[in-house]
């Protein structure tokens, strides 16, 4: 009876994302000392400004490549590609983010599906109802625990439109997550070698914005109770759009997430200048004007 009750709690803590993975917290973890030697590096040396001009184009093409590919593309399906060279390419940038392509698409999938229950993997509001200790799990916290995803989000069926390409970023995952680094150091030495550390850093914390930081503050929902929040912070620190947390959930297959022509979303204008020059098609618009 008591080897049950034991297998039983196993499964509901395997379910609700209470496994620690100790070397994705190793791996977060030393990214973070990397950043700080970077710091020290800069305070200590210097950078000069082709490498600080390097990694601005890196954080812009990273944050192009989780939230135009990742989110919009492959999660969503906002918009359809006419080109596998472009729709490579933009995985590859969110693989160079640091972020596998097949696990950010099935969490973000079922984060829509089941949002605030025990099946979302980084919710603001479930297990812990919000406050600062909801605000870290859904921040970086639950990042580093399993999550038991239903059957429907277990695997990716290979009806999906972008199963080969998710594939091919999971299994080069970590050559193409290297070679953000390998890269910039062989173009701007150490000086391109320690920024990137800061560069992975501030895209990982601004992606984790949007779940954080998106439920706390900023402007709720005209209608409905809709969790999220269109957050002028992240909309400047995220500057690809992702701030716009509350038109995302208001309307989740948008390629837009600025519905105004004026919304700062690079996303949208990237996606805008793709669809002129004929590369991307099916390009999904809000249904409904913004609330903001």
Same mark, same amino acid.
């Given at each position: 009876m008591s080897?049950?009750r034991s297998? %039983?709690?196993?499964?509901?803590?395997?379910?609700h994302?209470?496994?620690?993975? +100790?070397?994705?917290?190793?791996?977060?973890?030393?990214l =973070?000392?990397g950043?700080?030697? /970077?710091?020290w590096?800069?305070a200590?040396?210097g950078?000069? *400004?082709?490498?600080?001009?390097?990694?601005?184009?890196?954080?812009l093409?990273? !944050?192009i490549?989780v939230?135009? /590919?990742?989110?919009?593309m492959?999660?969503?399906q906002?918009?359809?590609?006419?080109?596998?060279?472009?729709?490579?390419?933009?995985?590859?940038?969110g693989?160079?983010?640091?972020?596998? /392509?097949?696990? #950010?698409?099935?969490?973000?999938?079922?984060h829509h599906?089941? !949002?605030?229950?025990?099946?979302?993997?980084?919710?603001?509001?479930w297990?812990? =109802?919000?406050?600062?200790r %909801?605000?870290?799990? /859904?921040?970086?916290?639950?990042?580093?625990?399993?999550?038991g995803?239903?059957a429907?989000y277990?695997?990716? +069926?290979?009806?999906d439109?972008?199963?080969?390409?998710?594939?091919?970023?999971?299994? #080069?995952?970590?050559?193409?997550?290297?070679s !953000?680094?390998?890269?910039p150091a062989?173009?701007? !030495?150490?000086? %391109?070698f *320690?920024?990137?550390?800061?560069?992975v850093v501030?895209?990982?914390?601004?992606?984790?914005?949007?779940?954080s930081?998106? =439920?706390?503050?900023?402007?709720?929902?005209?209608?409905?109770i809709?969790?999220?929040r269109?957050?002028?912070?992240?909309?400047?620190?995220?500057?690809v759009?992702? %701030?716009? =947390?509350?038109?995302?959930?208001l309307?989740?297959?948008?390629?837009?997430?600025?519905w105004? *022509? *004026?919304?700062?979303?690079v996303?949208?204008?990237?996606?805008?200048?793709?669809?002129?020059?004929?590369?991307?098609?099916?390009?999904?618009? +809000?249904r409904a004007?913004?609330?903001g």
């Amino acid at each position: 009876m008591s080897t049950s009750r034991s297998i %039983g709690r196993e499964q509901a803590r395997v379910s609700h994302g209470r496994i620690l993975q +100790p070397w994705t917290l190793l791996g977060i973890v030393l990214l =973070h000392v990397g950043a700080g030697i /970077a710091i020290w590096y800069g305070a200590s040396f210097g950078f000069s *400004w082709r490498s600080i001009m390097l990694t601005g184009i890196y954080t812009l093409l990273t !944050g192009i490549g989780v939230s135009v /590919a990742y989110h919009r593309m492959l999660t969503h399906q906002s918009f359809r590609t006419n080109s596998k060279l472009l729709e490579y390419a933009l995985v590859y940038w969110g693989g160079v983010a640091g972020q596998n /392509a097949f696990t #950010w698409v099935l969490n973000h999938r079922s984060h829509h599906e089941f !949002g605030d229950t025990e099946h979302d993997p980084y919710s603001y509001y479930w297990p812990y =109802h919000g406050g600062v200790r %909801g605000f870290l799990w /859904a921040h970086v916290i639950a990042l580093v625990y399993t999550f038991g995803r239903p059957a429907k989000y277990a695997s990716l +069926p290979r009806s999906d439109p972008y199963y080969d390409v998710i594939l091919w970023e999971q299994k #080069w995952h970590t050559p193409i997550f290297l070679s !953000g680094f390998f890269i910039p150091a062989f173009i701007a !030495g150490w000086e %391109g070698f *320690w920024l990137t550390f800061l560069r992975v850093v501030y895209v990982f914390h601004v992606t984790w914005m949007v779940n954080s930081v998106c =439920h706390m503050w900023g402007q709720r929902a005209a209608r409905g109770i809709i969790p999220g929040r269109n957050s002028l912070f992240v909309i400047v620190l995220a500057f690809v759009g992702e %701030g716009f =947390h509350i038109n995302h959930h208001l309307n989740p297959s948008s390629a837009y997430l600025g519905w105004k *022509w *004026w919304h700062f979303d690079v996303g949208k204008w990237v996606i805008q200048l793709f669809e002129l020059l004929g590369l991307v098609y099916d390009v999904h618009r +809000p249904r409904a004007p913004s609330s903001g």
